[in-house]
Nanobody, 126 residues
Framework: EVQLQASGGGLVQAGGSLRLSCTASGFSFDNYAIGWFRQAPGKEREGVSCISGSDGSTYYADSVKGRFSISRDNAKNTVYLQMSSLKPEDTAVYYC???????????????????WGQGTQVTVSS
């Protein structure tokens, strides 16, 4: 069975840090790009970051560049999102997703991802 599980969310003060994890099973993890999306109340789900399953390329939304860092540990079937210098506007439910054959221009396109996790809540207080 294909599963993606996001974890590591919680409550943190502005300027603090959190590390999210996405653990996968049931598919060829190494061959899939893994993306992180987030959705705040009343807003559309948006792409945050992505890491390639082929050449290790990474992508970041402009709003998180310099603050977030994505990495993967294929031996553990896990992708991490290290979030630093958090802002109240980062508050959202964060989802991880898997895509095979993803191209550069599609990294933040929800429709290109095959599998989705349940999401984990991140709340940043002022």
């Amino acid at each position: 069975e294909v599963q993606l599980q996001a974890s590591g969310g919680g409550l943190v003060q502005a300027g603090g840090s959190l590390r999210l994890s996405c653990t996968a099973s049931g598919f060829s993890f190494d061959n899939y790009a893994i993306g992180w999306f987030r959705q705040a109340p009343g807003k559309e789900r948006e792409g945050v970051s992505c890491i390639s399953g082929s050449d290790g390329s990474t992508y970041y939304a402009d709003s998180v560049k310099g603050r977030f860092s994505i990495s993967r540990d294929n031996a553990k079937n896990t992708v991490y999102l290290q979030m630093s210098s958090l802002k109240p506007e980062d508050t959202a439910v964060y989802y991880c997703a898997a895509a095979q054959g993803l191209i550069y221009s599609d990294y933040d396109k929800r429709s290109r991802y095959d599998y989705w996790g349940q999401g984990t809540q991140v709340t940043v207080s002022s």
